[in-house]
């Protein structure tokens, strides 16, 4: 029998269930160390949200190791087709922190980099294609923190100076199997792609908010 409605919830409750659902459709994700009682209150009633989800068209995937409840979008309504530079930075991000966590033994919250280094190392991931100037990598990394695939940290100075912590959310929203399957990705997109950073539609998918 569904639990969603099978008893009456208390006012709190609904309030925590209420927030849980907002901050899953915008923003994608639940961290613990963001929302402790949230997420705490959200794994006692997994069973209520994972059918409210289901309801709404979201799988929710509960990542304990990381701790966190990510949001992954079951209806094409709820998705966000991505602009070709934006895909472009995913899959650089994705690069960045598989080759963190397996290269340099890096756990998967502790994987940073200034944007200058991950600016530089662009062109050498993408070679022949035009990138994002400053100020659109800056629009690009804004939305990816409002999706919750990064953070940016020391935003006070200059965007270079900055420094982007990407969340182990990544690699669960852009599930490539090795980095083979990453290669082959990058250079189809290389082969592909046209050498501008203008509104082409790429295949990568982000859940859709009202921005």
């Known amino acids: 029998m569904s639990t969603l409605f099978a008893a009456e919830i208390s006012d709190h409750e609904q309030e925590l269930l209420r927030e849980a659902v907002q901050r899953l459709l915008a923003r994608g994700a639940i961290f613990r160390e963001d929302h402790r009682d949230l997420y705490d ?5 997994r069973t209520r949200l994972d059918e409210l989800g289901t309801l709404i068209g979201l799988r929710l995937q509960w990542e304990h190791d990381s701790r966190l409840i990510l949001a992954v979008p079951q209806s094409p309504r709820l998705l966000r087709r991505l602009r070709q530079d934006e895909t ?10 598989d080759r963190a966590i397996k290269d340099e033994g890096r756990t998967p919250d502790e994987v940073t980099i200034q944007v200058r280094a991950f ?26 923190e409002r999706k919750s695939l990064v ?6 100075g200059p965007l270079a100076e900055s420094i982007i912590r990407i969340l ?12 083979a399957d990453w290669n082959r990705t990058r250079d189809r997109h290389i ?14 998918e982000l859940e859709e908010n009202a921005d």
């Open 191 to 204: 082969a592909t792609a046209p050498v501008t950073t203008g509104g082409a539609e790429a295949e990568a």
């Open 88 to 97: 472009l930075i995913a899959l650089a991000l994705w690069y960045d922190f």
């Open 41 to 45: 209150w959200a794994r006692v009633q």
């Open 151 to 156: 953070r940016l940290e020391n935003t006070a």
């Open 119 to 144: 600016n530089e190392q662009l062109a050498a991931k993408f070679k022949s294609l035009k990138l994002p100037q400053e100020t659109r990598l800056g629009e690009i990394l804004r939305l990816f």
């Open 168 to 179: 182990p959310t990544i690699r669960f929203l852009i599930p490539f199997q090795d980095i």
